[in-house]
């Protein structure tokens, strides 16, 4: 937290507040992620959106015509680490939105013909940080997707950075990042104490994640499920 303040601010949340270590927050726009929030932030907030991708598809086809359906299927439906995209034969493209990670390649190579879906927002992840007691860590997903249009979602992201923040000051030891506190306690305890629940968009290898129970899974799918389509 800065220790300057605004008039009216409360000071005792500013000035001189004492933390285990530092806390950085990082903001990028979109998933390219210029800022290296992800690998360098512990708080990182990236842009993106939840809806289907826009495609024009006469852009589409006119970017075929002019680089050749080899330079499309070897630069971008290849590239897609899921395997979203494919060329049809009259060169338009198809895209599985359901499966897109909005990781932004193919957007970046065919600038004219792609775009990002309108219903847009960020996504939270906690962690990042350099080398420093358990090496090099990237940003984990905590919050999947929040809106960020109106006044009260702005003060929602705030009330979330402080309890973040909060949990950090009590919980962290001295030297040591919020990202190395949760690996010692434990990502299950930390959403618990932050208020949030699981989500599958949390986890990058379930087979090997402590905090997924298996025991109760029929459930929680079926609470997670509930929580989605609400």
């Known amino acids: 937290m800065s220790r300057y ?4 601010d409360n000071v005792a949340n500013y ?9 950085k927050f990082k903001v990028s726009g979109c998933p390219n992620d210029c ?13 993106t959106w939840r809806d289907d991708m826009k495609v024009d598809q006469d852009e589409v086809k006119a970017f075929v015509a002019q680089k050749g359906r080899k330079y499309v299927v070897d630069n971008v439906i290849t590239r897609c680490p899921t395997q979203a995209l494919s060329l049809n034969d ?4 198809a895209v599985d939105n359901r499966n897109c990670v909005r990781c932004m390649h193919c957007i970046n ?5 792609l775009s990002p879906g309108d ?7 906690i962690g990042g940080k350099r080398t420093l007691k358990i090496g090099d860590t990237m940003g984990t997903v905590i919050v999947p997707f929040m809106k960020l ?4 979602d702005y003060e929602g992201l705030q009330e979330f950075a402080e309890n973040v923040i909060d949990f950090f000051a009590e919980n ?22 932050v208020g949030l629940d699981v989500d599958p968009s949390m986890v990058s290898e379930p087979r090997i994640s402590s905090y997924v129970r298996m025991d109760d899974w029929d459930e929680e799918a079926d609470k997670w499920n509930e929580r989605k389509a609400a």
């Open 172 to 193: 962290a030891l001295e030297h040591e990042r919020i990202g190395e506190a949760i690996d010692r306690i434990g990502l299950a305890n930390f959403l618990e104490e």
């Open 119 to 125: 219903d847009k927002g960020v996504t939270i992840l």
């Open 109 to 113: 190579v065919m600038t004219k013909a």
């Open 15 to 23: 000035h001189e507040h004492k933390r285990p270590y530092k806390f």
């Open 35 to 47: 800022m290296n929030s992800v690998q360098r932030a512990d708080f990182s907030i990236i842009g």
């Open 90 to 93: 009259d060169d338009s493209l």
């Open 5 to 8: 303040y605004k008039p009216g």
């Open 149 to 152: 249009e109106k006044e009260e």
